[in-house]
């Protein structure tokens, strides 16, 4: 089984614009043992590095599965396995660069320094840490299936549009939209040690 030209090796692994995504399309006759041994050859060498932190490929499959459901819940006639989106006119497999964690970690950093910030306290900063985790995987699955409809329904030009510089500024602008109005309401909500600290001033 061979991967289009789209392995982007030049994409940058920490590009926010990219939101954490990076679909490989997989070309879709050969069997799956050969997709696994393709695999092996163009792995990122990041994926290595975690291999003890969570099991291997959890996350990519998660996604997979998220796309897959979405894609069905939709009406689409789709099929996935594994990483591997399969729809009638061709397949995308989930890679280590589109499973959503650099997304999800700037999310949640940016989440700390707010609460940081804003003094809030412990509780309400893990909160904020954890909304924008979830609201980053969550926005990372929308994406997912429309990659996989393009490469499938709309060919190469509108598939790398999404993919690409602009398709990434959507959708990080959505998810960062989102993330400011959550994190606005939590602060509201529990203004905390700012309000203590604008008395004494």
Not at 110 to 134: D, K, N, P, S, T
Request: proline share 4%; aromatic share 12%.
């Amino acid at each position: 089984m061979g991967f289009s030209p789209c392995l982007f090796s030049h994409l940058n692994w920490h590009s926010v614009q990219h939101l954490g995504c990076c679909v490989l399309q997989v070309s879709s006759a050969p069997s799956a043992s050969s997709c696994w041994s393709d695999r092996s050859q163009q792995k990122p060498d990041r994926q290595s590095t975690l291999a003890g932190v969570y099991p291997y490929n959890l996350l990519e499959r998660l996604m997979a599965w998220g796309g897959g459901l979405g894609l069905k819940a939709i009406g689409q006639p789709v099929k996935f396995m594994n990483d591997v989106i399969t729809l009638p006119g061709g397949s995308v497999r989930v890679d280590w660069g589109c499973n959503g964690f650099d997304m999800a970690l700037n999310v949640a950093v940016a989440g700390l320094l707010i609460g940081l910030f804003f003094r809030q306290r412990r509780l309400q900063i893990l909160l904020m840490v954890g909304l924008g985790i979830i609201l980053a995987l969550l926005f990372n699955v929308p994406r997912i299936m429309l990659l996989a409809m393009s490469d499938a329904y709309w060919g190469q030009v509108v598939f790398g549009f999404w993919h690409g510089f602009w398709g990434g500024q959507i959708f990080s602008a959505l998810l960062f939209t989102t993330y400011y109005y959550v994190v606005m309401a939590i602060i509201k909500r529990n203004p905390g040690n700012l309000r203590r600290e604008t008395l004494r001033s």
